[in-house]
């Protein structure tokens, strides 16, 4: 099974300058753990202290929200994720 996680610039030097990576796994978590056992820091500019993804970074399955159930969420083969994050100003 294999699954691209789109990785965009403020989360792409983290993982070698790769723009896009497929993996495998069964939920978005375990997409994320496989990338970040192969790019290490990577799941640390997603996750708060509790392990929890940060408020500022939404993670989208297919283009659709995977709020609430972020981590948890299943995958199957061909999926796409894309983790983006949050701007904020004014």
Same mark, same amino acid.
């Given at each position: 099974?294999?699954?691209?996680?789109?990785?965009?610039?403020?989360?792409?030097?983290?993982?070698?300058?790769?723009?896009?990576?497929?993996?495998?796994? $069964?939920?978005?978590? #375990?997409? *994320?753990? !496989?990338?970040?056992?192969?790019?290490?820091?990577?799941?640390?500019? %997603?996750?708060?202290?509790?392990?929890?993804?940060?408020?500022?970074?939404?993670?989208?399955?297919?283009?659709? $929200?995977?709020?609430? #159930?972020? *981590?948890? !969420?299943?995958?199957?083969?061909?999926?796409?994720?894309?983790?983006? %994050?949050?701007?904020?100003?004014?």
């Amino acid at each position: 099974m294999s699954v691209k996680v789109n990785l965009y610039p403020w989360l792409s030097q983290a993982a070698g300058g790769q723009k896009a990576i497929d993996v495998t796994g $069964n939920t978005i978590g #375990e997409c *994320l753990n !496989k990338i970040d056992a192969e790019h290490p820091g990577v799941k640390e500019r %997603l996750l708060n202290k509790e392990g929890n993804i940060k408020s500022y970074v939404l993670i989208l399955l297919n283009g659709e $929200n995977a709020y609430p #159930e972020e *981590l948890s !969420k299943p995958v199957k083969d061909g999926d796409e994720i894309s983790i983006l %994050l949050f701007a904020d100003g004014g």
